[in-house]
C-alpha cells in the first residue's frame, strides 16, 4: 500500500515537473560524439545560451557517429526529429530530397555569411539554397615515420606516388615485420582511402552525372595500389585492416607513410608521444589532391522552435568564442575567418600541412544514397585487394552498379 | 460399473464442455500471440508492397515491384546460397559435436559437474562479446591465435585470418558451433536422462555391445529430441546475425555477407526500407516452409517407426 502511494506520489511529482518544464521553449540537439569533449563543449554553448535566454532549455544529446544517422531516420520517421542535428554533410541530400531540411536562406544575414571560409558552404549548398552550417571541418594528408626514412636513408617525404614506390622500398628493406605504406581495406572510410589516389591520377566520383569510379584516371589510381600490395610495399592482406588497424600500426612504428586525417595527431600525443613523425601533403599523380569532409548543423521543416534554434545557432554555436574552443579542443580545421586568424591555428606548423591542402580539397559529391554507392566501390577494391579481379573490370562492375544506384 | 452408468445426453454435454474449456482458457494467450506475431508480418507484408522512404514513409503501391528487384540483385542468390552453406554446417557440426558430448555427460565420473558448466559457459556470454574476442584472437598483427601457432613453430608468417573468405568463414562456421553447442547438449542432456533405464541393463544381459546399445536404443530414443535441436538451431542460425557482423561485417566484397546481414545493410545503411521488408518477408516464408516440412517428415518418420 505504502508502495502504491509512494509511486503514486512520484508520478504526480514527475507530471508536474513535466508540466512545467514545458512551460519553458526547449530546443533539443542531438550531435556526434568526436571526442571526450564533445559533451563538455555542447553543455557550455546550452549554459551560455540559457544565461542569455533564461526562459528557454536547451537539451544536448551525444550520440555515436555510428548510431547517429539511424538515430535521426527513427526520430524522423516516428514525427520527433530534434530542433537541431548535427549530421555527416554527405548525408543532407538524402534529407533534402525528402523534404526534411529547412532551408537556412531566410535566416542567414550577410554579415552571418561573411564569418564563414567561403568554400565550406558549398558542401551544404543544393540547388542552389543553403541546408546546413558546416561546423567541423577535415582535409586529409600524409604522415611519415621520420625515425624509419632515417634508418632508410631517406631525407625528404615524397612528393609523388613514383618517389612514394621508391621510398617504400628502402622502408620495406628495414625488416619483415616493417611496411613501407599501409592501406586501408576495410570498413568505414575504406572507399575514402582510395579516393585520394583516384583524384591525383585525374579521376572524380562522379562526370557528368554518372559515376566515374570506371574512368582511366581511377583504374591508374587502383592499379597503383594493386602495384604496392604485389611488390609487398603495404601490410600483408590489407583487408583484414580498418582504419584503426593501420594507424595502430604507425604508432607502433612498423609503417613507414599513411594517409589520414587531423585526429590522428591528438591520439599519437596519448598513445605513441616518443614516435617522430612529420606530416606532408598527399602524394601527387597527375594532380594535388585531397579529400575534404565537413559535418555541419541543420534545422529540420517540421520544427517548432526554429527561430530560437536559429538564434542559438546565431548568438552561440557560431560565436567566435565557440567556434575556437570547438575547433582546438576536437582537433579539426576552421571554418570560420575568426578561427583562421586565431594564433592557437596561425601558430601550428603541424596544422600548416592540412590547411595547406584546402585549395585542392574534394567533398563528396551531393548525390543520393551516398552509403550505398560508397560500398559498391569498397566491394571493387576489395575485389581487387583480395586479387581476385582485376581493376578494370572490377571499377567498371561498380560503375555500373552505383550508375543504378544513382537513378533510384 | 453400474452405477457408473452416465446419462449419454449429459455425458456428452459434459464432454463438450471439457472439448471447449480448454480453448477458452488459451485464448487470451492465443490472441495476444496472434498480436505479438501476426502484427509485425502484417506490417512487413504492408512495407513491402509500397515504395517506403528511408525514413519510414509509406508512399504508393507498388505491388510486387520490391520483390522483383530483391530477385534480380545478384547478391539475393549469392547470400541465400551462403546462407543455406552457413546454416547446414553450423546446425550439422553443432548436432554432431553435441551428442557424444552430452553421451559423455550424462554418464557419472568425477568432475562432471565442473565439466557440464565449462560446456555452457559459451551460453552466458553474449553472441556480439564472443564475436569481438574472437576477433581480437583473429587479428593478423596482434592475435592471440598467430602468437600461439608462431610460439608452438607452427608458422612463419602471421595470417590475417578474416581477410579472405577462405579463411574467415570457415572461421566464422566454426565459431558459430562453438555457441551452438550449449543449447543444443542441454536439450539432449535432458532427453538422456528421460530414458528408462531398465531397457539399457536388459539389454546389456542380453549383451548388447555399447555400439548396439546406441544403434537400436539410444539413437531412437533421442529421435524426437535431436528433432527438435534440428529445427530450433535451424531457425536461429539462420537468422544468426551479431557473430558474422561483429567479425567481418560481410567483407571482403560481400564474401561472408548471409541474408541476414545484407538484409541490415539494405535497411539501415542504404535506408532501403521497402526492398529489406520484402527480403523479411521472403526469409520468413523461408524458415516456415522449411519448419512445416521437416514437421510432416519428422511425423511420418515416427508414424513409421511406431
Known amino acids: ?408 | 460399473m453400474g452405477s457408473s452408468r452416465v446419462d449419454p445426453i449429459r455425458g456428452r454435454r459434459r464432454e463438450a464442455g471439457q472439448l471447449v474449456a480448454p480453448y477458452i482458457l488459451i485464448l487470451p494467450s492465443l490472441l495476444l500471440a496472434f498480436w505479438i506475431i501476426g502484427y509485425p508480418i502484417w506490417d512487413l507484408t504492408d512495407m513491402s508492397l509500397h515504395s517506403v522512404t528511408r525514413f519510414g514513409q509509406l508512399k504508393e503501391f507498388s505491388g510486387l515491384a520490391n520483390f522483383s528487384h530483391l530477385i534480380a540483385e545478384p547478391l539475393f542468390l549469392e547470400c541465400l546460397i551462403r546462407t543455406l552453406v552457413w546454416t547446414f554446417a553450423v546446425v550439422g557440426g553443432t548436432v554432431l559435436l553435441s551428442i557424444p558430448i552430452a553421451l559423455i555427460l550424462a554418464d557419472d565420473f568425477v568432475g562432471r559437474r565442473v565439466l557440464r558448466v565449462i560446456i555452457m559457459l559459451p551460453w552466458a556470454v553474449s553472441l556480439t562479446m564472443s564475436g569481438i574476442v574472437w576477433r581480437w584472437a583473429l587479428n593478423g598483427q596482434s592475435g592471440m591465435l598467430n602468437a600461439t601457432l608462431y610460439d608452438f613453430g607452427l608458422m612463419k608468417q602471421p595470417i590475417t585470418w578474416l581477410a579472405t573468405a577462405d579463411t574467415a568463414f570457415p572461421i566464422e562456421i566454426a565459431i558459430g558451433i562453438l555457441v551452438s553447442i550449449p543449447f543444443s547438449v542441454t536439450v539432449f542432456l535432458g532427453g538422456l536422462s528421460s530414458l528408462p533405464r531398465e531397457i539399457f541393463e536388459a539389454a546389456r544381459i542380453d549383451g548388447a555391445s555399447g555400439w548396439q546399445r546406441w544403434r537400436f536404443l539410444t539413437f531412437p530414443l533421442i529421435r524426437p529430441f535431436i528433432n527438435i535441436v534440428l529445427v530450433l538451431n535451424f531457425i536461429y542460425v539462420f537468422n544468426s546475425f551479431p557473430l558474422i557482423w561483429v567479425m567481418t561485417q560481410g567483407d571482403p566484397a560481400n564474401s561472408t555477407d548471409i541474408l541476414v546481414t545484407w538484409l541490415y545493410k539494405l535497411a539501415f545503411r542504404y535506408g532501403k526500407l521497402d526492398i529489406a521488408s520484402a527480403l523479411s518477408i521472403v526469409m520468413f516464408l523461408i524458415l516456415l516452409a522449411f519448419t512445416v516440412v521437416y514437421a510432416v517428415l519428422a511425423m511420418r518418420n515416427e508414424r513409421e517407426a511406431g
Not at chain 1, 604496392?228 to 584503426?244: C, F
Not at chain 1, 604508432?251 to 608521444?273: E, H, N, S
Not at chain 1, 599523380?285 to 517540421?302: H, I, W
Request: net charge negative; glycine share 8%.
Open chain 1, 1 to 408: 500500500m505504502c508502495k502504491v502511494l509512494g509511486l503514486l506520489v512520484g508520478a504526480a511529482a514527475l507530471a508536474f515537473t513535466i508540466a512545467s518544464a514545458q512551460a519553458k521553449d526547449e530546443i533539443r540537439v542531438v550531435v556526434g560524439f568526436y571526442s571526450a569533449a564533445t559533451q563538455a563543449i555542447f553543455e557550455g554553448m546550452a549554459k551560455d545560451f540559457n544565461a542569455a535566454h533564461p526562459d528557454v532549455d536547451v537539451k544536448i544529446e551525444v550520440v555515436q557517429w555510428d548510431n547517429l544517422q539511424q538515430r535521426l531516420t527513427t526520430d524522423i520517421a516516428g514525427g520527433n526529429p530534434p530542433d537541431i542535428a548535427l549530421i555527416g554533410t554527405r548525408w543532407l541530400v538524402d534529407f533534402v530530397h525528402n523534404d526534411i531540411a529547412e532551408p537556412l536562406d531566410g535566416y542567414i544575414t550577410p554579415e552571418f555569411k561573411s564569418r564563414f571560409i567561403e568554400s565550406f558552404m558549398a558542401p551544404s549548398t543544393i540547388n542552389g539554397k543553403i541546408y546546413a552550417l558546416p561546423v567541423a571541418a577535415s582535409a586529409r594528408a600524409m604522415y611519415y615515420n621520420k625515425d624509419l626514412f632515417a634508418k632508410a636513408g631517406i631525407q625528404n617525404p615524397p612528393e609523388n606516388w613514383d618517389q612514394l614506390v621508391d621510398d617504400a622500398k628502402k622502408i620495406k628493406a628495414l625488416g619483415a615485420d616493417i611496411y613501407g605504406f599501409a592501406l586501408q581495406g576495410k570498413e568505414i572510410e575504406t572507399d575514402a582511402y582510395w579516393y585520394y589516389s583516384l583524384w591525383t591520377h585525374g579521376g572524380d566520383l562522379i562526370e557528368d552525372g554518372k559515376s566515374g569510379v570506371g574512368s582511366p584516371g581511377a583504374i591508374a589510381g587502383l592499379q597503383l595500389y594493386r602495384d604496392l600490395i604485389d611488390q609487398g610495399l603495404t601490410e600483408p592482406e590489407p583487408t583484414g585492416y580498418n582504419r584503426q588497424d593501420i594507424e595502430r600500426l604507425f604508432k607502433q612504428g612498423r609503417v613507414g607513410m599513411i594517409l589520414t586525417g587531423p585526429w590522428l595527431r591528438g591520439q599519437m600525443k596519448a598513445d605513441a608521444p616518443a614516435l617522430n613523425y612529420g606530416i606532408a601533403q598527399i602524394p601527387a599523380g597527375t594532380r594535388k589532391a585531397t579529400y575534404g569532409v565537413t559535418d555541419s548543423l541543420m534545422l529540420f521543416k517540421s520544427g517548432k522552435h526554429n527561430k530560437l534554434a536559429w538564434q542559438f545557432l546565431d548568438e552561440t554555436a557560431f560565436s567566435p568564442k565557440w567556434r575556437i574552443e570547438f575547433t582546438t579542443k576536437e582537433g579539426f580545421l576552421p571554418v570560420t575567418k575568426v578561427e583562421a586568424d586565431a594564433p592557437v591555428f596561425t601558430g601550428d606548423p603541424q596544422l600548416k600541412a592540412f590547411t595547406d591542402m584546402l585549395p585542392y580539397a574534394h567533398f563528396a559529391p551531393p548525390i543520393p544514397n551516398w552509403e550505398q554507392a560508397a560500398d559498391a566501390t569498397i566491394r571493387a577494391l576489395q575485389q581487387v585487394y583480395t586479387k581476385q579481379v582485376k581493376p578494370d573490370a572490377a571499377l567498371k562492375d561498380a560503375a555500373t552498379s552505383i550508375d543504378a544506384i544513382l537513378k533510384q
